[in-house]
Nanobody, 126 residues
Framework: QVQLAESGGGLMQAGGSLRLSCTASGRTFGNNAMGWFRQAPGKEREFVAAISGSFSGRTTSYSDSVKGRFTISRDNAKNTVYLQMNSLKPEDTAVYYC?????????????????WGQGTQVTVSS
């Protein structure tokens, strides 16, 4: 059974940094795209960042709201994907979800992803 487990969320002041981790178990995801999405209270889930699988190089994509502040990376040896979040803003407050898909292309559409973690809360105070 495939499981994705996020960690690293918490409470941070605006301007600070956090690093989220997502470790997969049950199978390896080296050739699969992985992404981060987030959902704030009362809002729909939105794309944050994605990284391609090995077959597509290490292509990354970001939402405009986090571009230049967040960095997605992966360590296939650890079956883990990371989201480094710098210059955090109160509007980054949300539950952050890790997702993996069956293919290697890093789509921004959540419906393209097949596996999801339980989410980790990130709260940024002003």
């Amino acid at each position: 059974q495939v499981q994705l487990a996020e960690s690293g969320g918490g409470l941070m002041q605006a301007g600070g940094s956090l690093r989220l981790s997502c470790t997969a178990s049950g199978r390896t995801f080296g050739n699969n795209a992985m992404g981060w999405f987030r959902q704030a209270p009362g809002k729909e889930r939105e794309f944050v960042a994605a990284i391609s699988g090995s077959f597509s190089g290490r292509t990354t994509s970001y939402s405009d709201s986090v571009k230049g502040r967040f960095t997605i990376s992966r360590d296939n040896a650890k079956n883990t994907v990371y989201l480094q979040m710098n210059s955090l803003k109160p509007e980054d407050t949300a539950v952050y979800y890790c997702a993996a898909r069956g293919g290697s292309f890093p789509y921004t559409d959540s419906e393209k992803y097949d596996y999801w973690g339980q989410g980790t809360q990130v709260t940024v105070s002003s």
